[in-house]
C-alpha cells in the first residue's frame, strides 16, 4: 500500500521560510518522478515543483521559481519543498504526489497523493 506523508506545513510571516517534507513508502521510491501541487481556497489544485526519479531534473512554476527549491533523498525515501521568501498568496494545503519515472506538470498523471499539509503566510 503506496502512503505518502507530507509534513512541515505552517503558519509564517511574509517573507519567511519553511520546509515542507514528503515521505513515501509501499514503492520502489528512486523510481517514481515526485511533484508538489498546491490548493487554495475555491481554487484548482496547481502545479508548484516536481523533480525526475534521479533527481536530475527539476520544475517549476513561474509563480515559485527563485523562490522555491525541490530536492529528494532516495535514500531516505523523501522529498523536499523548500520555501524562502514567502508570499500571502502562497497559502495554500500543499501536496505531494508520485508518478513513474519522468516529471509531469499535470496533475492527472500522478498515480499517487498524499493528504496535503497546511501552508499560510501572514502580511
Known amino acids: 500500500q503506496v502512503q505518502l506523508v507530507e509534513s512541515g506545513g505552517g503558519l509564517v510571516q511574509a517573507g519567511g521560510s519553511l520546509r515542507l517534507s514528503c515521505a513515501a513508502s509501499?514503492?520502489?521510491?528512486?523510481?517514481?518522478?515526485m511533484g508538489w501541487f498546491r490548493q487554495a481556497p475555491g481554487k484548482e489544485r496547481e502545479f508548484v515543483s516536481a523533480?525526475?526519479?534521479?533527481?536530475?531534473?527539476?520544475y517549476y512554476a513561474d509563480s515559485v521559481k527563485g523562490r522555491f527549491t525541490i530536492s529528494r533523498d532516495n535514500a531516505k525515501n523523501t522529498v523536499y519543498l523548500q520555501m524562502n521568501s514567502l508570499k500571502p498568496e502562497d497559502t495554500a494545503v500543499y501536496y505531494c504526489?508520485?508518478?513513474?519515472?519522468?516529471?509531469?506538470?499535470?496533475?492527472?498523471?500522478?498515480?499517487?497523493w498524499g493528504q496535503g499539509t497546511q501552508v499560510t503566510v501572514s502580511s
Open positions: 523533480i525526475n526519479w534521479t533527481g536530475g531534473s527539476t
Open positions: 509501499g514503492l520502489t521510491f528512486s523510481r517514481y518522478a
Open positions: 504526489a508520485a508518478k513513474r519515472l519522468s516529471a509531469s506538470n499535470v496533475p492527472g498523471d500522478y498515480n499517487y
